[in-house]
């Protein structure tokens, strides 16, 4: 089974906040995933998974792909922070708009700009 718990937004410029984030990763051991809204500024995003690493991030996942129409800086910012994705999201409703970032789904994003859309 997988459980995904959502803390409270984090700001990654808020040193207390962070180093409160640190201390609930290391007291549970668990397996940290770092949640980027796709419509975030590339430089946005490269600050938040930079100063969240202090934290622990294992992986990525990409929400709101329903809310872009580029993709090429999710797969940018993972290959060059050396960071696995493991989940995408199109909507808002969850766990249906929630899904394995797989290979053949960031190309097809990558190369063709159409995601699939959640229902309305």
């Known amino acids: 089974d997988l459980v995904l718990i959502d803390t409270a937004g984090r ?8 180093a409160e984030l640190k201390a609930l990763v290391e007291a549970t051991g668990c397996e940290t ?5 796709a419509s975030t500024k590339r430089s946005d995003m490269v600050d938040q998974l930079d100063r969240f690493r202090k934290v622990g991030v294992d992986r990525l996942i ?18 060059e922070r050396s960071t696995a994705l493991s989940y ?14 797989e290979a053949s789904r960031i190309a097809g994003l990558v190369l063709s700009g159409v995601p699939r859309r959640a229902a309305v």
């Open 88 to 101: 995408l999201t199109t909507g808002q409703r969850v766990p249906e708009d929630i899904e394995v970032a």
């Open 62 to 79: 990409f929400s709101k792909l329903d809310e872009t129409t580029t993709y090429g800086t999710l797969f940018g910012l993972a290959a």
């Open 11 to 18: 700001s990654q410029k808020n040193i207390v906040q962070v």
């Open 33 to 37: 995933h770092l949640v980027v809204s």
